[in-house]
């Protein structure tokens, strides 16, 4: 399975006139937040192909409305990915999985996200510490339903901030959630995707290993070729 990882930036590579015949073999798009919503409206006409997104901390269009959705999102998710419109998915293109663990039915992934960064200002989208720590226990039921019909929890944790000590700052703004060291413990994602901290060096190195799970920096855009991926 391949996937287009984007966060923070647009790129003129997605805004190109090659774009569709360079992620022709793309087949999932995520995103890490930060970005315009209407750049996943261009990404998903342009490119054909899903989008699935969290929010950042910047760029917030819409964030009440979406944070007030009480859709059954589990079903809809599903529903989306066969083909079927949605009443509440939002007018732009994507697939709005923040707070939520869905399972992608078109590519037999389960993605979760917690978007947002660490409480800095009192602005929207940000969290403190154990407000994140509650957001995961509002999503523990249904990774326990994932792991009894799918036999895991979750494939991929799509965040903002990056997990503490891997890849964050020392600033409050960048800091990373602790919280997240525990979700990759206890429920063992294959990858946390995350963005929030720009990379001056697109070359530098995104990955880190962090027990089972692949944590990678999606900064502006970056591929996941990952073979086994969707392999249930």
Request: charged letters at 30%.
């Amino acid at each position: 399975m391949k996937i287009l990882g984007i966060s923070d930036n647009t790129d003129t590579l997605i805004y190109s006139s090659i774009a569709k015949d360079l992620y022709k073999n793309v087949d999932l798009v995520v995103s890490a937040g930060d970005l315009p919503l209407r750049y996943y409206d261009y990404i998903a006409t342009v490119l054909n192909k899903d989008v699935a997104w969290v929010y950042g901390n910047h760029n917030l269009d819409d964030y009440d409305r979406m944070k007030s959705r009480k859709s059954d999102s589990y079903k809809a998710f599903e529903d989306v990915m066969s083909g079927r419109q949605i009443e509440f998915m939002p007018h732009f293109g994507g697939m709005y999985v923040d707070g939520k663990a869905l399972y992608d039915t078109r590519n037999r992934i389960i993605i979760a996200g917690l978007g947002g960064s660490m409480l800095y200002n009192g602005g929207k989208s940000q969290f403190s510490e154990r407000e994140m720590k509650r957001r995961i226990f509002w999503l523990s039921s249904r990774l326990m339903q994932n792991k009894r019909k799918y036999g895991r929890y979750v494939d991929i944790l799509l965040t903002h901030a990056p997990p503490r000590g891997i890849g964050d700052g020392e600033d409050l703004c960048h800091r990373g959630f602790e919280c997240f060291l525990d979700f990759m413990d206890k429920y063992k994602p294959k990858y946390l995707l995350h963005g929030h901290v720009h990379l001056e060096d697109m070359n530098a190195n995104r990955t880190t290993l962090y027990n089972e799970t692949k944590v990678v920096n999606i900064y502006k855009s970056y591929i996941i070729d990952d073979p086994a991926l969707g392999e249930d």
